[in-house]
């Protein structure tokens, strides 16, 4: 597995470079559009851009992108299964420290995982999955998003998305300038070859952020696989994921305000509602395929049953490469926790009762079985059970 993620690592150098290598050429093209001798000017301030971006996104990038998407740091104390299962998967990946959990508060369900290393990384759940799934579901999704940290595609999905916006970024200026540019150009030279050069530098502003956006998501898609097959082997039953992707799928919606930022980071693409999840810009593998891979790994949970099932549906030379599996020690599929059925009225209660506690609520147990909360604020006048309607003295 260490060969496999050492090989993720240079493909995603290899990647960072090539996009790197783009915005450089795509500076020097814009700079030398304004005058012959600018070309190495232009390529400086478009790495400047990069550069900037950069360390905007790695000081604090992970809180930045988690508020993006409205999520609220949880403790231990307000969801005590959850940070469980993120326990559990973090020792069973290796991970030396657990990421930090974040709640967010909407009915549709995902997570994903952001962060430039395992220090610095978090894990951010929607409510609405917090309560669709069991716990076999919801630690299948767990070490989905422990394995992108753990494989450093957080830090790829950094880098790489950084890049994309910075050559997008650049195109858009470009095309915003091209006109007095090209005009402050033809009335200053009679070279022809100044229309050569505009019209090169509308084609590179047309193509590149296509063609950074294919590399960008097509990378994407290969690294979902293997999240999966690393979640399958973590948590030794590929069924709780393949069950948690199928409830994910099904309850993304159309309407939903969704960030193009995070959208690639999500465990299912958020666009899957709007029927573009299968397109050639998409940034997930079709759901249905993952789970189909997943449901064909037999008794196994080992990397080697599911690059076996991978090859049966795909051929070619499957998730991992032509790196030899057949050494990996076999992981036999475990039994489902028992009594683990999702209940959709408890998740909800469960999914409140987390949302009052990391507002500051206190629990209060009435002697009826039902439990209120205090707001933080309460000034101590007796509470009433709604139930029961027995008085409850604080203080």
């Known amino acids: 597995m260490f060969e496999v993620i050492r090989a993720n690592r240079r493909k995603s ?4 470079l090539s996009l790197g290598a783009l915005l450089a050429v795509l500076g020097w093209t814009f700079g030398v559009l304004v005058h012959p001798s600018t070309g190495p000017t232009g390529v400086v301030l478009a790495l400047g851009v990069w550069l900037l971006l950069l360390a905007v996104s790695f000081v604090g990038g992970e809180a930045m992108l988690m508020a993006q ?11 005590p299964q959850l940070f469980n299962v993120v326990e559990e998967m973090t020792i069973a990946s290796g991970l030396g420290t657990p990421p930090k959990i974040y709640l967010i508060d909407t009915p549709i369900p995902n997570a994903f995982a952001v962060g430039r290393n395992e220090r610095r990384a978090a894990v951010g759940f929607t409510t609405g999955l917090l309560a669709k ?4 579901e919801l630690q299948g999704v767990a070490a989905h998003e422990i394995a992108h940290i753990k494989n450093r595609d957080t830090l790829f999905m950094t880098i790489a998305g950084t ?12 095309a915003r300038g091209l006109r007095f540019t090209a005009t402050g150009r033809r009335r200053s030279s009679r070279d022809g070859g100044v229309a050569v050069i505009v019209l090169l530098a ?30 399958a082997q973590y948590t030794r039953y590929p069924e709780g994921l393949a069950s ?23 465990i299912v693409s958020p666009f899957r509602a709007r029927g573009h999840a299968n397109s050639l810009f998409s940034t997930h593998p079709p759901t249905e395929d993952r789970i189909h891979v997943l449901r064909s790994m037999g008794q196994s949970a080992s990397l080697r049953a599911y690059e076996e099932a991978y090859k049966r549906l ?19 599929v475990r039994e489902p926790t028992a009594g683990e059925a999702a209940n959709a009225a408890e998740g909800w209660r469960s ?12 629990p209060l147990d009435c002697d009826c079985g039902l439990r209120l909360w205090i707001p933080p604020a309460w000034t101590g006048a007796p509470i009433r059970c709604p139930r029961c309607g027995h008085h409850h003295r604080m203080g």
Not at 13 to 16: F, N
Not at 133 to 136: E, G, V
């Open 69 to 79: 998407a409205g999520g609220r740091e949880i403790q231990k104390k307000d969801a």
């Open 244 to 266: 948690a992707l199928e409830k994910i799928a099904g309850g993304q919606r159309a309407d939903a305000e969704v960030s193009r930022v995070l959208a690639p980071m999500y």
């Open 163 to 174: 890049t994309v916006g910075a050559i997008i970024l650049l195109c858009d200026m470009f």
């Open 351 to 362: 999914v409140r009762n987390i949302l009052r506690s990391a507002e500051g609520g206190t």
């Open 202 to 231: 509308v084609i590179l502003s047309i193509v590149a952020p296509l063609l950074a956006q294919l590399l960008y998501f097509a990378t994407s898609r290969r690294r979902e696989y293997l999240a999966d097959a690393c979640a």
């Open 133 to 136: 799934l069991n716990r076999d």
């Open 314 to 332: 795909h051929g070619g030379t499957g998730v991992m490469g032509s790196f030899a599996l057949a050494s990996v020690a076999d992981a036999p």
């Open 13 to 16: 150098v290899a990647l960072v």
